[in-house]
């Protein structure tokens, strides 16, 4: 069906702005999860919502569910996060939600409160993880697979538990697994985000469809020499942790090349006894890699493996791997990559796709099994996480109406694919 009425871009943008002035400070956004501010966020947002004809709830998790209820009970979520790190960005996650909301606002208004199928908003609980350490809360909750006994003795900079910041929010946190009860009808997933990143700003393009969060596979590396004093010990007896590190920090860079989209970072390196009259005994190095591909990530974590073996022996040192953290790459659902192509092209000429570096909700939601894609929209300098994120406002004016289209399209397909289920194959690329 083509869309009557038009989505009103410029509103949502008046309505970022509008959150901008409410929860940012001169640092940028404070709209930390758990937090009172946060709190005030979304009970704005709430406010906007009773305009539209919804029902509203939080689930166990704390996410946060506007509903219009369609013909069929097949639901389009549509969403993103409102939360944000400290210090953040006006757009980071606040973007998504209000661009569903504008998206709801239409599609309520074009089929007089009652379109073919359900659509349902939803404002993740905690993407961010600022303040506990655990991202993609609320998503992974939904998902089924959150980690709370794991994650029950966190605590934040202040010595406050997650059990006790989540009770002040209502959420109990032996409870938050029956947040998968909203997965009940999840058709489709959409999120329009900033791209946090420099790609389609260097390619001059405002809008591109994203493929699918890529894997991460994180760890420390230690190396092993031996502590000597820089004044005796001579260049060739010296077995120098730092050294072999060091090489491994440069090699990284042609690992990663290797491959179209992979990334290598050595974010941290500490050295022991770490002062100015050693030789270093010990080093211990972070290794982030990440790749869309599951093969490339484990392609390139054996070869930075061996070649750290090969530079420990060089430098008669010896090194140990352990794991900090890893995630399987998360490839999006081809047909609705596709769909969010022909959204972008229809609204701007040109497409591009691209893999995300950072992860999103939507890998949570795609994860479990729900078809899921997103949009990326141009990020100025390509800086996120910062007061100084921006994108333009043509360019977001634009993302919000390629969604629109997006929106509708996943729609359709939802209401075609009916009785036979929303999980049929579609025609696009794969995502690799
Ligand atoms: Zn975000």
Redesign the pocket.
């Known amino acids: 069906m083509p869309t009557d009425v038009a989505i009103d871009a410029r509103g949502a943008i008046d309505l970022l702005k509008e959150l901008r002035a409410l929860t940012a400070d001169d640092n940028g956004a404070q709209r930390l999860a758990w937090s009172p501010m946060w709190i005030k966020a979304r009970e704005w947002f709430q406010a906007k919502l009773r305009a539209l004809p919804v029902e509203h709830h939080y689930d166990a998790a704390g996410n946060s569910w506007s509903t219009l209820k369609g013909k069929s009970e097949k639901a389009l979520l549509i969403g993103?996060?409102l939360d944000s790190v400290p210090n953040g960005g006006w757009l980071?996650?606040a973007l998504?939600v209000i661009s569903a909301y504008a998206v709801l606002k239409r599609v309520a208004e074009e089929y007089d409160g009652k379109p073919p199928v359900t659509v349902r908003l939803v404002d993740w609980a905690d993407?961010?993880g600022a303040r506990f350490g655990r991202s993609l809360f609320g998503s992974s909750a939904f998902a089924g697979t959150e980690t709370i006994e794991a994650d029950r003795g966190r605590t934040d900079s202040t010595g406050k538990r997650l059990e006790d910041a989540l009770a002040e929010c209502g959420v109990r946190i032996n409870e938050i697994g029956n947040a998968g009860i909203e997965r009940k009808n999840a058709a489709a997933y959409l999120e329009l985000?900033i791209e946090q990143g420099p790609v389609l700003e260097s390619m001059n393009l405002p809008l591109g469809a994203v493929l699918g969060t890529k894997g991460v596979e994180r760890h420390l590396i230690t190396f092993h020499g031996q502590e000597a004093h820089s004044g005796s010990t001579p260049m060739n007896a010296r077995r120098d942790a730092l050294a072999a590190a060091a090489k491994l920090a440069l090699e990284i860079r042609p690992i990663a090349k290797k491959h179209p989209d992979a990334v290598c970072t050595m974010g941290s390196v500490k050295t022991f006894p770490g002062i100015v009259t050693a030789v270093v005994g010990r080093c211990e190095a972070t290794l982030d890699q990440r790749d869309l591909n599951a093969d490339v990530l484990a392609a390139m974590y054996k070869e930075a493996q061996e070649k750290s073996r090969q530079f420990a022996q060089e430098e008669n040192c010896t090194v140990e791997w352990s794991r900090i953290w890893n995630i399987a790459p998360e490839p999006f659902h081809p047909q609705l990559i596709e769909f969010c192509e022909q959204a972008i092209r229809e609204t701007v000429g040109r497409s591009h796709r691209l893999p995300s570096g950072?992860l999103?909700d939507a890998a949570e939601v795609s994860r479990c099994g729900i078809p899921t894609t997103m949009m990326f929209v141009q990020s100025l300098k390509g800086i996120s996480h910062n007061k100084i994120e921006d994108t333009s406002e043509e360019h977001l004016e634009l993302a919000i109406v390629a969604l629109d289209k997006l929106a509708q399209k996943t729609m359709d397909w939802i209401q075609k694919a009916g009785t036979k289920g929303s999980r049929e194959q579609g025609t696009g690329e794969t995502a690799s």
């Open positions: 993103s996060h980071d996650g998504g993407e961010e985000h950072p999103h």
